[in-house]
């Protein structure tokens, strides 16, 4: 990767997200990624490229006290090159400008799954606390959610 940024996520990056997630099955079910189609055309986000191409993003959700990050992800091949942390540093920029001081996220909560124990390692190597476990998220198909 020699040019990486983020920039502010168009309509026309909306195919691209939806490649990346359906490349992550294990982290984006269809009931997701069809939530997900349907949330990346109404809500503020950032796309994060590498050398021209979109190859992560984040889709935020405004609330009264706070802002949720909605949905995020990078494509597999490239976990762990710091592309996440980059968009969580855009979503922390968003947060001020909209004058807002709390960021927080759902995920899913099952201790048993792996995939969601790196996704729960990411928010906390990023400073992210547990708030609350909810046992029965019924948007998660009655399995638990984290709130961070």
């Known amino acids: 990767m020699r040019r990486v940024g983020v920039r502010e996520k168009a309509s026309s990056d909306i195919g691209k ?7 992550l099955p294990e982290w984006f079910t269809p009931n997701a990624i069809n939530t997900i189609i349907e949330e990346s055309r109404r809500l503020p986000g950032f796309v994060v490229e590498a050398d021209g191409v979109v190859r992560g993003f984040i889709l ?6 706070c802002v949720e990050i909605a949905w995020l992800a990078v494509e597999r091949g490239f976990h762990g090159r710091g592309l996440g942390s980059l968009l969580m540093v ?10 807002k001081s ?14 969601y124990k790196k996704t729960t390692g990411f928010y906390r190597e990023r400073g992210f606390k547990l708030y ?17």
């Open 17 to 23: 997200i939806i490649n990346i997630v359906e490349g």
């Open 60 to 65: 935020l959700e405004g609330r009264e006290c």
């Open 90 to 99: 855009e979503a922390e920029r968003y947060v001020c400008r909209i004058d």
């Open 102 to 115: 709390i960021l927080t996220v759902k995920t899913y909560g099952g201790e048993d799954y792996e995939p």
């Open 132 to 148: 609350e476990v909810i046992r029965n998220y019924k948007p998660f198909g009655g399995q638990p959610a984290v709130v961070s």
